[in-house]
């Protein structure tokens, strides 16, 4: 049989951990009609209050679960560092799954997160599927675990709170900047995999391409170096380009090598242009021209906007629109 746990108590309550630890740890702040209906289902249930139930009236144990995609990313640990900070000035404990980009299984990591009782989610994943979707749902609405999407978002639902930039905009802005240097071919090189950012991305860039009146070229591979370094050799060899942007730094590093190799020069022959502003802009060779998403801001202002949802304070902005900008580097004209 499994554990009984807080959350059980809860759902079947229908009320939040936070009231079900203060029926147990203050009874006299909670109504009595809600802390009979409580204690009797706690009766019912057999469940024993551990030092986590105690901890929770005086929020001294807040748990807060990290779902990311891939830790070897330069922009996951830079919004890493950013939630660290805010949840250390708050005391709080951080938890970090990483998700299987490859064998997602959602009801293992639902299994995983209950057991660890978190207080609440902040879900770095960039593809947010309708099926995600609805896993985060069920966790905000079912075991009363707050949620926000960090870095990402789910276009027309804003039932999520969540932290981003304005990913079209963006694309729109930098891909603009190119076809003001008077590039003809200007490609956008995404993912194979459907991300929801990236597809915002590839919608700016279409927007500043049928704007200019140019054919867009949308190329897609794989963020990983042994695989988009063969597919960029392939490219020289049957298309004209004199501009791109990819959807991120490390991919637009990966394609001026291969320019490089095949004796392309950067800018004279192409302008190339990324998003995010990490390392790999600043060490490219020439500097990499990006789009400087406000990557430890996001984290840290995620973890704030959490903090709130998980104390139950007011939100009056459940969407969070950080302002970016676009550095112009050695990458373009």
Not at 319 to 331: K, N, Q, T, Y
């Amino acid at each position: 049989m499994n554990k009984i746990t807080i959350y059980d108590v809860a759902l079947r309550a229908k009320v939040s951990l936070a009231t079900v630890s203060r029926a147990i740890n203050n009874p006299e702040k909670v109504k009595p009609d809600t802390r009979e209906r409580v204690l009797r289902v706690i009766e019912d249930l057999g469940y024993k209050p551990n030092a986590f139930a105690r901890g929770l009236a005086s929020r001294k144990s807040t748990t807060v679960a990290v779902i990311v995609p891939d830790m070897s990313r330069a922009s996951i640990a830079e919004m890493m560092n950013g939630i660290a900070d805010i949840a250390r000035v708050y005391k709080y404990s951080i938890l970090l799954y990483i998700l299987d980009q490859e064998e997602l299984n959602q009801e293992e990591i639902l299994k995983e997160i209950i057991a660890a009782q978190v207080d609440g989610i902040l879900y770095l994943n960039d593809e947010v599927t309708p099926d995600q979707y609805e896993f985060l749902q069920r966790m905000r609405d079912e075991y009363r675990i707050p949620v926000v999407l960090t870095n990402t978002m789910y276009p027309d639902h804003d039932d999520i709170p969540s932290v981003s930039i304005d990913y079209e905009k963006a694309a729109y802005e930098v891909t603009k900047k190119l076809v003001d240097e008077g590039r003809q071919n200007i490609f956008m090189v995404s993912t194979v995999r459907k991300y929801m950012v990236n597809d915002l991305k590839e919608s700016g860039y279409l927007r500043a391409i049928e704007e200019a009146g140019l054919t867009p070229h949308i190329m897609r591979t794989s963020g990983r170096v042994n695989v988009n370094t063969e597919h960029f050799h392939e490219y020289f060899r049957n298309h004209k380009v004199d501009g791109v942007v990819a959807v991120r730094d490390s991919i637009a590093v990966s394609f001026m090598n291969v320019a490089r190799q095949n004796h392309v020069k950067i800018p004279s022959d192409i302008s190339v242009a990324g998003f995010q502003n990490t390392k790999y802009a600043i060490l490219a060779r020439p500097a990499l021209t990006c789009v400087d998403v406000p990557i430890y801001d996001i984290g840290a202002v995620s973890m704030r906007l959490l903090t709130k949802l998980m104390n139950q304070e007011e939100v009056t902005t459940p969407e969070v629109i950080l302002d970016h900008s676009l550095i112009a580097r050695g990458s373009t004209l």
